[in-house]
């Protein structure tokens, strides 16, 4: 019995090697495949440097946008029962299974200038149409979901007695979910936080179509993924060097924080 129950795990064992291979092997080869001299010349590239720039600086903007309209979102959803919850919840996930492309085209006929919401910001002095902000945009509608639901599982996870317990003693809701439920959550809070940012750092279909060229404070030019097509177009070693960096500094951002949560759990 024994035996058949080690011969069991080490199918799984060669499996899940075989995933793990298909996981790391395409991101390392593309690093390691490119000189070191060739990666410090493209990071010195302005175009590049640019590039860099608006990526990391939109998704994390859109992430703290995402922060504060879906953190509560995922308490309601978290502590209240009501009638639509489950159509809410699902409802809640599609930008993660529409295609992107038609996501950036469905963005545009809601924010373009010729619409209602496009007209209401477009008199704040924001449009999103070949904008920074529409990046932006773009990038929290792809990614928002991720942040939703991790943050509405750490919500679950807690306790409601000591919610109540918190009631008893005079708390209000308010001051309840800014000293007990918040900091509790805060760990799923985090990791949705770093997927949802790392989710619009790749984002490439609803940018192409809202916001292909940009610029935000001085700097001008195209987020990561669409410049890394823009450099395809022209051969893969052109391409290569560009994509090489974006998968650089995902991975190193993402173990950081990641290392930071556990840290944190320590």
Partial sequence: MKTKIDGFYLGFIIVGFIAIIFILLPPLKTIFYTPVSTLRKTVLDAEVYNSISLTIIAALIATASGLLLGVPLAYLLARRQFWGKRLLEAVIDIPIVIPHSAAGVALLFVFGRNYFLGKV???????????????????????????????????????????????????????????????????????????????????????????????????????????????????????????????????????????LITSNEG
């Fill in 121 to 259: 910001f477009h008199s704040l002095g924001i449009d999103f149409f070949q904008t920074f902000y529409g990046v932006v945009l773009a990038m929290m509608f792809v990614s928002i979901p991720f942040l939703i639901d991790s943050a509405k599982e750490g919500f679950k996870a807690i306790d409601i007695e000591l919610e109540e317990i918190a009631f008893t003693y005079g708390a209000s809701p308010w001051q309840t979910f800014w000293y007990i439920s918040l900091p509790l959550a805060m760990k799923s809070i985090y990791s949705g936080s770093i997927l949802m940012w790392g989710r619009g750092v790749s984002e490439f279909g609803a940018v192409m179509i809202l916001a292909y060229n940009v610029s935000f404070l001085g700097i001008k030019g195209k987020v990561l993924p669409v410049l890394v097509s823009d450099r395809f177009n022209y051969g893969l070693d052109y391409a290569r060097p560009i994509a090489a960096i974006g998968i650089l500094i995902s991975l190193i951002i993402f173990i950081v924080f990641r290392m």
